[in-house]
């Protein structure tokens, strides 16, 4: 800085100018107010000052580089990463100037897995600032971890195709929070798993997309046996004509506690078929699809109740071959038939065909037989000389039917309980029949159908919540709606188990909430949220 320094003045000559602060014309003034002073002495020592202000204002702004941005992935098992670096120092034309990280971490901090942005101000003595900024990103590439149970083995419940089965449903872990488990095939615990093979399979999914997946299988067999009831015993007699009777039937149809079962016959004929006479045994049998099989059978007895016929030569009448008392007669001897085969035929009286009959009336008697004791007669005479026919009396036909069957006509009604199909309630339902007869007889059956609670209530905390203390205090009064539990069935309770209700004064620092909600089962479901407070500081300086 240049100027033109004062020169004094007097009545009289001989005063002299000196400087007595400041600096001289053409010096380096000083960032600031520099205070130039002169003073002029005459002859006679009186004296006279002035002075002037040089003021020199800093605007160079200070300068400051940070590091290149950085990148890497997370430490194992931990959602962080510890990052060294080299914390960027600003430089100015004037001494004096200050650095502070105004964000972010310092160097050796674990930055947490995302992206950290790390800012820098330099400021110097005149209050000009600069900054820079650099950011950590960190990667996570670590997976999740997730433990599916062991396999499961049953067999269905009584009368079902099916057995509820309960488990413990895995859930995922990661070196980072907010991993999410999701079923992906199969089933969930406590519900009617279907006979055979059902793959159960499980996805954890991380915050960065990370992905691990377990499996395992519910095998169910069917070890209950098909069902099959066969008509009652059939009797009948014989079609007329013929040695057999056609009996149509309801055929018997198998069932299970699964679909698909199929039912044969394995013996007999079938139903519309022409059944002999005799004994004839119809057996069925039904084959679940695992292989399980039930019999029954019944039996078609045909009576044959027709009688054999046979049918005699006309009277032979005739006299005596002369010179004897008696004649040599020739004939056709009777032969029976029957509409069933094997009838025998035999003579009970008289004499054979060319046998010599006497004199008189000789009564010629034949006797058929079937197979099933039936039997029929005729006879017929020859008289030789003798008009007078021999008599015979037969006893009368007989006719009988078969023994009466059993009664009919059960009703079965339902006493207690809920029908089948129907939503039974978690708890004990008993189920009561009660069957009665057509004479009025009865008889009672029952059975329980037990429903356990195993699903878990839920419940959801409010978001975490972050805050300043209140003005000269060291908390801060926080306000939230406090979570409620729920549940499938009715008077889930919940409970704060740990922090403090809404409010409440939370001190500077975390403060966590929790809650548990218990189900009327005992099943219990929680949760949690963090409060966090920050504190205020002030700096104060004496005046000099």
Not at 285 to 303: E, H, K, L, Y
Not at 355 to 362: D, E, L, M, N, W
Not at 478 to 485: C, I, K, L, M, Q
Request: charged content about 5%; some cysteine; aromatic content about 4%.
């Amino acid at each position: 800085m240049t100027f033109t320094a004062p020169v004094g003045a007097d009545n009289c000559a001989g005063s002299t100018t000196t400087q007595t602060a400041g600096l001289a014309s053409g010096a380096a003034f000083p960032v600031g107010t520099t205070t130039n002073t002169f003073r002029v002495t005459d002859a006679a020592g009186n004296t006279a000052t002035c002075s002037f202000t040089v003021s020199i204002s800093d605007n160079e702004l200070p300068t400051i580089t940070c590091p290149a941005n950085i990148t890497g992935t997370n430490d194992p098992g931990l959602c962080s990463k510890v990052v060294t670096f080299t914390a960027p120092v600003g430089g100015d034309n004037c001494a004096g100037q200050i650095t502070t990280q105004i964000a972010g971490l310092p160097s050796g901090s674990a930055f947490p897995v995302g992206i950290t942005t790390n800012v820098y101000r330099v400021t110097d003595v005149a209050g000009n600032s600069a900054s820079c900024s650099f950011t950590v990103t960190i990667s996570d590439t670590q997976l999740p971890t997730i433990t599916c149970p062991a396999n499961i083995t049953g067999t269905n419940d009584p009368g079902l195709c099916s057995k509820v089965v309960t488990f413990t449903a895995p859930v995922g872990t990661d070196n980072c929070p907010s991993a999410t488990t999701t079923q992906t095939a199969g089933l969930s615990s406590g519900a009617a798993f279907p006979v055979g093979t059902t793959t159960n399979a499980y996805l954890v999914t991380d915050a960065a997309g990370n992905t691990a997946t377990c499996s395992f299988t519910v095998i169910i067999s069917d070890n209950q046996l098909p069902t099959i009831t066969c008509p009652a015993n059939i009797t009948g007699n014989n079609d007329p004509g013929l040695c057999s009777k056609v009996v149509t039937f309801s055929a018997p149809v198998g069932a299970d506690n699964c679909a698909g079962p199929t039912t044969t016959q394995t013996a007999g004929l079938a139903s519309g078929a022409a059944f002999p006479v005799g004994t004839t045994t119809n057996a069925f049998r039904v084959t679940d699809a695992a292989g399980n099989t039930a019999t029954c059978s019944f039996t078609v007895s045909i009576s044959d109740n027709e009688l054999p016929t046979i049918t005699c030569p006309a009277n032979i009448s005739g006299n005596n071959d002369p010179g004897l008392c008696s004649k040599v007669v020739t004939f056709s001897a009777p032969v029976g038939a029957d509409n069933c085969a094997g009838p025998t035929t035999t003579q009970t009286a008289g004499l054979a065909s060319g046998a010599a009959f006497p004199v008189g009336t000789t009564t010629n008697a034949y006797l058929v037989t079937d197979a099933a004791g039936n039997t029929a007669t005729c006879n017929f005479t020859v008289v030789i000389s003798d008009n007078q026919l021999p008599t015979i009396t037969c006893p009368a036909n007989i006719t009988g039917n078969n023994d009466a069957d059993n009664c009919a006509g059960p009703t079965t009604t339902q006493t207690a309980g809920l029908a089948s199909g129907a939503a039974f309630p978690v708890g004990t339902t008993t189920n009561a029949y009660l069957v009665t007869d057509a004479a009025g007889n009865t008889a009672t059956c029952s059975f329980t159908v037990i429903i356990s609670d195993n699903q878990l209530p839920t419940i959801t905390c409010p978001a975490n919540i972050t805050g300043n203390n209140d003005n000269g205090l060291c908390s801060k009064v926080v306000t939230f709606s406090a979570p409620v539990g729920a549940d499938n069935c009715a008077g889930p309770s919940t409970t704060q188990v740990a922090g403090l209700p809404s409010g409440a004064a939370f001190p500077v620092g975390t403060t966590t909430n929790a809650y548990l909600v218990t189900d009327a089962a005992g099943n219990t479901a929680t949760c949690s949220l963090r409060l966090s407070s920050a504190t205020v500081s002030c700096q104060r300086s004496l005046a000099q």
